[in-house]
């Protein structure tokens, strides 16, 4: 339908219905534009939608290639005020590449807008829906995403090593929507979309309120929450970010992994190293998963050898007087049922984040330990080393360290004789450790990162004796995006954790060496998944089990931290074989009390884990 409006108030010039080019000429096959850097003239397109910075607009004659996105991005402030959605119009322009990082991909544009025509106003504005078979809209394209890989430079691992081998710009290669996720999201660039029954996978992603989602389609990795779960070579490429609303209207700010949220309908953009959804307006929650917690661990300890539980908890950037004790408090006594011990990670010293020399954590200890006793009648203790001032790395200042809180009841130390910060603690014969407990370390492997604390223990009645290892490897700072221009994408830290493993697991090999029927337990925040390599490394040299294997969690329960668009695996617990030949399927269980959480009710961004286990000498 037309209508006919005056040309001055339109600032517009009506034209005829003619093309010389179309829009899937300008996108191509493949991520670059074959017509970047040049001019065009004649482009007839159908506007689907504006923004604070331009308006997206449709080919009017789709070609049936599902390579070429029919939709493109027309950059200018001024060109669409007196558009709307639902005009067609012609016009004259340039082909730009642009992007804000070189670690992004770039988004191809419609710049420089010249001969701006009015056709039409009133046009019908579908949405491709998302998760069918379309026809007519963008041609017949199934729209449904790959599950599994991103991009073919990944070489079907986008956690292999080594990575950063090529860039998307670099090759540009052909798109293969049906095969890769990123050719997918890439071959509907521009495109305004419909996604259905839509899920969120955790809580905001950022300050800027986007939110992580998938919609009425095949998902691989999808847990029992309604989340997806990263597994070996498997990322989850089918998921995509919410991004700003182009009405102005904010994203929902108490949103939790598995809600529901009402359909949305907005526009594929590359933004900020991910493919988004800017919706035209924001979505709303409509229901949320029951119960809002998991329930208590059923594992729990008899206070002898047979039957100790040991629990492990990164409780990020633990300092005194937190706010945060009574949920971390609750979580230990409640859910975790008060474990024998407990390895913990990120306990800043007695001043926080003050960067003032201090690094004795005593306090921070005391006011979790005293808090435990509190509510448990358990006179809780505590082990740790003091690090070197500003040597772990962490919040400068924090002094962030591992420690272990244990049930003086039940367990003690074997021998004590605790190590200083620059002590390097070694097995010695019986075996046994030169301190106790004692650090691993071997400058520069761990340099500006946490030193694993290696502790011996026995029970009170002398039948059980078991080595402990409290890992808290580099992080994933300098990490590209999984979406980004290196591909595989940059794994920020590998190297450090690899050469991390292969110290770790050295120790923990001579331990074994001494006495193959040892009870070793190494647990802690690997900052890795158990498919990747240091994890691989680690398990190959130490002799160590995977606990999560041993004890039969579905691989897709198998996470304790929400990133991006997955839940993840980043805390673990290995055991010697002397502890797993008695594990079942019910002696290790990961709580997930802040990955369901709301983010005001979360006591931490890693989730605990608890288990039950024989260390009674053999």
Avoid at 20 to 26: C, E, M, Q, R, S
Avoid at 389 to 405: E, F, K, S, T, V
């Amino acid at each position: 339908m037309k209508f006919s409006y005056p040309l001055i108030a339109l600032g517009l010039i009506l034209a005829p219905l003619a093309s010389a080019i179309t829009v899937a000429d300008i996108t191509g096959n493949k991520y670059l534009s074959p017509l970047s850097s040049s001019t065009f003239t004649n482009l007839t397109a159908l506007v689907t939608a504006k923004g604070p910075n331009g308006l997206w607009i449709r080919s009017t004659t789709p070609d049936d290639d599902e390579r070429t996105s029919e939709s493109v991005y027309l950059f200018n402030r001024t060109v669409g005020a007196n558009l709307t959605a639902g005009d067609i119009i012609t016009l004259d322009g340039s082909v730009t590449e642009y992007r804000t990082s070189p670690a992004y991909l770039y988004l191809t544009e419609v710049t420089n807008p010249r001969n701006v025509r009015l056709v039409s106003r009133g046009n019908p504005v579908e949405p491709v829906v998302l998760g069918a078979r379309t026809s007519g809209i963008i041609g017949g394209k199934d729209v449904r995403p790959p599950t599994e890989q991103y991009s073919r430079l990944d070489n079907g691992d986008v956690f292999g090593v080594p990575n950063n081998l090529s860039r998307i710009s670099q090759v540009n290669p052909q798109l293969e929507p049906t095969k890769y996720g990123m050719d997918f999201w890439e071959s509907l660039s521009g495109e305004l979309v419909a996604i259905k029954h839509v899920t969120a996978l955790g809580r905001q992603a950022n300050q800027f309120g986007d939110q992580w989602v998938y919609g009425n389609w095949t998902v691989t990795g999808k847990n029992s929450r309604g989340g997806l779960t990263v597994t070996d070579r498997d990322s989850n490429p089918e998921t995509i970010v919410v991004g700003a609303p182009l009405d102005g209207t904010d994203n929902p700010s108490a949103v939790k992994l598995g809600d529901s949220l009402t359909d949305i309908t907005g526009i594929v953009q590359y933004n900020f190293g991910f493919y988004s959804i800017l919706p035209l307006t924001a979505p709303s929650v409509t229901s949320s998963r029951s119960p809002a917690l998991p329930p208590p661990s059923e594992i729990k300890s008899n206070g002898r050898c047979n039957r100790l539980s040991v629990g492990s908890y990164n409780i990020e950037n633990f300092t005194p007087g937190n706010s945060r004790i009574p949920r971390v408090v609750d979580h230990i006594a409640t859910y975790l049922r008060a474990p024998s011990v407990i390895f913990v990670q990120e306990i800043q010293d007695n001043s926080g984040a003050t960067n003032d020399g201090i690094v004795d954590a005593n306090l921070t200890l005391s006011d979790l330990t005293e808090a435990l006793q509190e509510r448990t009648g358990i006179p809780y203790s505590f082990v740790d080393v003091d690090p070197v001032n500003n040597a772990d790395g962490g919040q400068p200042g924090g002094n962030i360290r591992n420690a272990y809180l244990f049930n003086p009841n039940e367990v003690r130390l074997y021998k004590p004789n605790p190590g200083t910060s620059t002590d390097a603690n070694a097995v010695l014969s019986g075996p046994s450790l030169r301190f106790n407990p004692g650090r691993i370390d071997m400058p520069p492997v761990f340099a500006s990162s946490r030193k694993p604390l290696v502790a011996q223990w026995e029970t009170l009645d002398g039948k059980g004796n078991f080595f402990t290892v409290n890992v808290h490897w580099t992080s994933k700072g300098g990490s590209t995006s999984l979406q980004g221009d290196p591909r595989p994408p940059v794994n920020g830290g590998i190297e450090n954790r690899n050469a991390q493993a292969n110290v770790t697991g050295s120790f923990i090999a001579q331990i074994l060496a001494h006495d193959r029927n040892a009870a070793v337990i190494a647990a802690g925040d690997f900052n890795e998944f158990a498919s990747v390599e240091p994890l691989e490394r680690f398990v190959q040299i130490s002799g160590l089990q995977d606990l999560d294997v041993v004890s039969g969690i579905p691989e897709v329960e198998r996470y304790t931290y929400t990133f991006g668009s997955s839940q993840q695996q980043l805390d673990h617990m290995y055991v010697s074989s002397s502890i797993a030949r008695s594990v079942g399927p019910k002696d290790f269980e990961h709580v997930h009390l802040n990955s369901w959480a709301a983010e005001d009710d979360d006591a931490s961004d890693h989730d605990p884990s608890v288990a039950g286990m024989n260390v009674c000498k053999r």
